[in-house]
Antibody, heavy 125, light 107 residues
Framework: EVQLVESGGGLVQPGGSLRLSCAAS????????VIWVRQAPGKGLEWISY????????HYADSVRGRFTVSRDHAINSVYLQMSSLRAEDTAVYYC??????????????????WGQGTTVTVSS | AIQMTQSPSSLSASVGDRVTITCRAS??????LGWFQQKPGKAPKLLIYAASNLQGGVPSRFSGSGSGTDFSLTISSLQPEDSATYYC?????????FGQGTRLEIK
């Protein structure tokens, strides 16, 4: 079965750190771009990060830039989100998402087709 | 950042109805827009990518249209299992941005 599985969520105090992992089964994650999306309790979806398949191109939302770091380890087919200086407003379910580049009429288009089940991060004292 | 304005924020419709949800971008995003369905406690699911391309396995009653700044998701004949929250996402430029979501209730 093709799927993504996040892990590493939990309860952390304000100012603390946490590292989320995203692993794939049924396909080679190394070949794909990945984004991270989060959802605060009762709220909508928020895109927070992108990493290219090579790991050489990275983007962040303003809300996490300077505090979160996305990376990947090709040796073990995984993507990570290192979160530091955590705040109460970072409390959310975090999803990793596969970005499937699809060629349509000569142009590469994004299709965010595989989502993990999500991992919950709670920042509280 | 590109703002995505989604409407309505909620709607209620009956089985068999035709339903349309719209997203407006604050600037031209070509056709770089996806639509997602999310049910309570579940991860979002891709319905439409590149504005009008139906994701494999998604029922054909779902369709997407639009380009530039105005986009729509249409459900041609609403089914009970379509009760969910729907989101658009622009992937034209970083930071990617989601619409606020549309909660769809079945009467």
């Amino acid at each position: 079965e093709v799927q993504l599985v996040e892990s590493g969520g939990g309860l952390v105090q304000p100012g603390g750190s946490l590292r989320l992992s995203c692993a794939a089964s049924g396909f080679t994650l190394n070949n794909y771009q990945v984004i991270w999306v989060r959802q605060a309790p009762g709220k909508g979806l928020e895109w927070i990060s992108y990493i290219s398949s090579s790991g050489n191109t990275i983007h962040y939302a303003d809300s996490v830039r300077g505090r979160f770091t996305v990376s990947r380890d090709h040796a073990i087919n995984s993507v990570y989100l290192q979160m530091s200086s955590l705040r109460a407003e970072d409390t959310a379910v975090y999803y990793c998402v596969r970005d499937l580049d699809t060629l349509i009429q000569g142009l590469w288009e994004d299709a965010f087709d595989i989502w993990g089940q999500g991992t919950t991060v709670t920042v509280s004292s | 950042a590109i703002q995505m304005t989604q409407s309505p924020s909620s709607l209620s419709a009956s089985v068999g109805d035709r339903v349309t949800i719209t997203c407006r971008a604050s600037q031209d995003i070509r056709n770089d827009l996806g639509w997602f369905q999310q049910k309570p406690g579940k991860a979002p699911k891709l319905l439409i990518y590149a504005a009008s391309n139906l994701q494999g396995g998604v029922p054909s009653r779902f369709s997407g249209s639009g380009s530039g700044t105005d986009f729509s998701l249409t459900i041609s004949s609403l089914q009970p299992e379509d009760s969910a929250t729907y989101y658009c996402l622009q992937d034209y430029s970083y930071p990617f941005t989601f619409g606020q979501g549309t909660r769809l209730e079945i009467k």
